[in-house]
């Protein structure tokens, strides 16, 4: 059986999870600690979480585990049959992995784990986050999914996303640059009315709980 490797609080985790989910395909969740990275290098080379244990080996990146899925398990599409649709859907996941998330994942060490972050880094990183949503404003479409009018593997990718860009811009600037993008606040109401969501959603809210109780 697969076996997904990580941890609940992560976000590229809850990525992979919720295809899994949402795709009927069986697995096992098997914890692997981030911060333990000899204990990972064996199964992902530079050491990250999630990573798929399959019987034919292992794979690491998220991105390249969510294609796998998708080939491997083809009888529910989470991408678009045609191959132009296919590309925006990727070009979606793509754009607000590289151009917003990466860069908010900047704040995550003060807005989350008790660190420090400087001014300087939080204002550069304020005016790439905003190029960066403008940017993806261009291309989703939230009618009502990002993609359009059907479930896509762009809405597993992102929601988990969402919500950290949503609590880490509060804490650190004091406002919710979800509300940036525009038509994600209703999306967030229509995604936590799928079954799968609510459930990647509250292991991910048990995992944190215990995470933070032993700090």
Same mark, same amino acid.
């Given at each position: 059986?697969?076996? &997904?490797?990580?941890?609940?609080?992560?976000?590229?985790?809850?990525?992979?999870? /919720?295809?899994? /989910?949402?795709?009927?395909?069986?697995?096992?969740?098997?914890?692997?600690?981030?911060?333990?990275?000899?204990?990972? &290098?064996?199964?992902?080379?530079?050491?990250?979480?999630?990573?798929?244990?399959?019987?034919?080996?292992?794979?690491?990146?998220?991105?390249?585990?969510?294609?796998?899925?998708?080939?491997?398990?083809?009888?529910?599409?989470?991408?678009?049959?045609?191959?132009?649709?296919?590309?925006?859907?990727?070009?979606?996941?793509?754009?607000?992995? /590289?151009?917003?998330?990466?860069?908010?994942?900047?704040?995550?060490?003060?807005?989350?784990?008790?660190?420090?972050?400087?001014?300087?880094?939080?204002?550069?990183?304020?005016?790439?986050?905003?190029?960066?949503?403008?940017?993806?404003?261009?291309?989703?479409?939230?009618?009502?999914?990002?993609?359009?009018?059907?479930?896509?593997?762009?809405?597993?990718?992102?929601?988990?996303?969402?919500?950290?860009?949503?609590?880490?811009?509060?804490?650190?600037?004091?406002?919710?640059?979800?509300?940036?993008?525009?038509?994600?606040?209703?999306?967030?109401?229509?995604?936590?009315?799928?079954?799968?969501?609510?459930?990647?959603?509250?292991?991910?809210?048990?995992?944190?709980?215990?995470?933070?109780?032993?700090?």
């Amino acid at each position: 059986m697969i076996k &997904l490797c990580g941890f609940p609080i992560s976000n590229y985790y809850n990525k992979v999870k /919720l295809v899994l /989910l949402e795709k009927g395909i069986e697995f096992e969740e098997q914890t692997a600690d981030p911060f333990q990275k000899e204990a990972i &290098l064996p199964f992902s080379p530079a050491g990250k979480i999630p990573f798929l244990l399959t019987d034919q080996g292992s794979l690491s990146e998220s991105q390249v585990i969510l294609e796998y899925l998708e080939e491997a398990f083809p009888q529910k599409p989470l991408y678009p049959s045609d191959p132009f649709e296919r590309a925006k859907c990727r070009e979606l996941i793509q754009h607000f992995e /590289l151009d917003v998330e990466l860069v908010a994942r900047r704040l995550y060490g003060e807005a989350f784990f008790g660190g420090s972050v400087s001014h300087e880094t939080k204002a550069e990183v304020r005016e790439k986050i905003g190029a960066g949503i403008d940017a993806f404003n261009r291309l989703a479409k939230f009618s009502p999914y990002i993609a359009g009018g059907r479930f896509t593997a762009a809405d597993c990718a992102l929601w988990p996303s969402f919500g950290l860009l949503s609590s880490a811009t509060q804490r650190i600037y004091g406002e919710d640059f979800l509300q940036k993008i525009t038509g994600a606040m209703d999306y967030m109401n229509l995604m936590e009315s799928r079954p799968h969501v609510r459930k990647v959603a509250a292991d991910r809210a048990a995992a944190m709980a215990a995470f933070f109780a032993k700090k």
